[in-house]
């Protein structure tokens, strides 16, 4: 059984193109059509640009991609270099890495909009409830400047002058 890349090159040979031919056609440069014929996949950073290369070849010479890719993927895994996929990251994830990974999950205009309810439902209640206070702590029947307290003192403070005339 041939590999890949003598499918390739006796498939390009048999519709007597030429490598600058098929470079034109299908706009990958031509040390990576000469590499994919050699069968040298090292030149490539990555399987995926093995496997796309190659389906746009195989597309071009008319073959048959499905199997082509097949046979790739079997040559591929011989290779030391495109056994296993590359790590994304050599580093460790670190919780701010999570919370960071949580963040750019929100959807922004909501948790604005949630936020912005909430802080002014919090203001709301803190004005009700501090002018619920004021009116309980108050004599209905004060008037203005008359109030005095009427806690009991204990001689640690004076106690505010009686008004003269009372």
């Known amino acids: ?37 050699s069968g040298t996949f090292d030149v490539f950073s990555a399987p995926v640009y093995i496997r796309g290369f190659v389906r746009t070849y195989g597309t071009m010479l008319k073959l048959d991609v499905p199997a082509l890719l097949k046979d790739l993927s079997l040559e ?19 919780p701010l890495d999570f919370v960071m990974l949580q963040l750019s999950r929100l959807n922004w205009r909501i948790t604005f ?26 004599p209905p029947d004060l008037g203005a400047g008359l109030h005095q307290s009427q806690t009991v003192h204990n001689g640690d403070v004076l106690p505010l002058p009686t008004p003269p005339g009372r």
Not at 76 to 94: A, I, V, W, Y
């Open 1 to 37: 059984m041939p590999t890949v890349s003598e499918q390739l090159r006796l498939a390009r040979e048999a519709q007597q193109l030429d490598i600058y031919q098929v470079a034109e056609i299908t706009k990958i440069r031509t040390d990576h059509l000469r590499a994919l014929e």
């Open 76 to 94: 591929l895994s011989q290779s030391e270099k495109f056994r296993d996929p590359p790590p994304l990251t050599n580093t460790p994830r670190s």
């Open 113 to 138: 909009a949630v936020a912005a309810v909430g802080i002014f439902l919090i203001l709301g209640a803190s004005v009700l409830r501090s002018r619920t206070r004021r009116t309980a702590e108050l």
